[in-house]
């Protein structure tokens, strides 16, 4: 990568609050950081920054992600084995230590954990007291900080028989997300609520781990899983749009053309190859083609007695 500071550099938009900032900032304030290959910035979030922009047009590659601290950070170490975060906040501050220095309020992590302690047993007192089945929900995703998450939602009706639903957990599911690893996270869920004896029914995806995770479920709580065993109808829609446009292993079609640019005609040439659609789009355009069909076709309609004959319309480039 090349330093380019230059006045010339195309101005950003929308950017009037960052202008405003910084207009009384010295120039000699601003630095310019290019790296090299293997090259690591640790910055404050809050950190000011702006990328340049690339006017050479050479290629260069960039990760930012997020650092989470493994332990609060400490300024007065007895061993003075400081990190390099806490050296270089001091060395910011002009101080070798801060003698007596110690975190005076909660972290946000002990807040959450605090308000999580005080609530969850009035939590498992209203699941107990339900006069009902508690059904359950479970779907993962990853964070951007990588996290594998896993949502594990219940829903029951209260002693004044209120429909009600609440998150009971969002583990960190560290392993991979075989059947197995989900159910155990689920399964101790469920005991740790106190609620194995009332479980009704699961409402999941369509992925294959849950097939295996209900299976190892239902063998824990002496029930067939299968049969309790719900599809989420959001995502069979999704299912079924998907396969109406793109046929056989939409996944890997989406994937070819995935992206925020406009299909380029080799895109659309390779949809209309796939799946009923591509059918449906062959079939209208011989009909446009042939007086001889395009009159079949207004016969049908005259002799169903509609109320008024159409022709098919062919797609363009707009729908």
């Not at 964070?143 to 896993?150: C, D, E, P, Q």
Request: aromatic content about 8%; hydrophobic content about 35%.
């Amino acid at each position: 990568m090349q330093p380019r500071d230059s006045a010339d550099f195309r101005k950003e938009k929308n950017l009037e609050w960052y202008s405003n900032l910084l207009r009384d900032v010295p120039d000699d304030q601003f630095v310019e950081a290019t790296g090299s290959v293997g090259d690591v910035y640790l910055l404050h979030p809050l950190m000011t920054h702006s990328a340049s922009d690339n006017a050479l047009r050479r290629i260069r590659i960039i990760t930012n992600p997020p650092v989470s601290l493994k332990e609060p950070h400490c300024f007065d170490r007895e061993d003075g084995n400081y990190s390099l975060v806490e050296r270089k906040t001091m060395r910011s501050i002009g101080e070798e230590k801060l003698k007596g220095w110690k975190i005076t309020a909660p972290t946000v992590r002990k807040r959450i954990e605090n308000s999580y302690t005080k609530n969850i047993r009035a939590v498992i007192q209203a699941l107990k007291e339900s006069p009902g089945m508690a059904h359950i929900a479970f779907d993962g995703w990853r964070s951007r900080n990588r996290l594998g998450l896993y949502g594990i939602t219940a829903f029951f009706r209260d002693h004044e028989n209120r429909p009600c639903k609440i998150v009971l957990v969002l583990p960190d599911v560290a392993d991979r997300h075989t059947g197995t690893n989900i159910a155990a996270e689920v399964l101790d869920v469920i005991h740790s609520y106190g609620i194995g004896h009332k479980i009704g029914y699961f409402t999941l995806d369509n992925a294959s781990n849950n097939d295996t995770a209900m299976m190892v479920i239902g063998g824990e709580l002496g029930f067939n899983g299968n049969t309790r065993r719900g599809r989420c109808i959001g995502h069979r829609f999704n299912l079924v749009a998907k396969a109406l446009l793109f046929g056989d292993d939409f996944e890997a079609f989406e994937a070819e053309i995935d992206g925020e640019e406009a299909l380029t005609d080799a895109d659309v040439e390779l949809w209309r190859r796939k799946g009923p659609v591509s059918k449906l789009h062959s079939w209208v355009l011989q009909i446009r083609r042939s007086d001889r069909l395009t009159n079949l076709l207004r016969q049908v309609q005259q002799a169903n007695s509609v109320a008024r004959v159409l022709d098919v319309v062919l797609d363009n480039d707009t729908r």
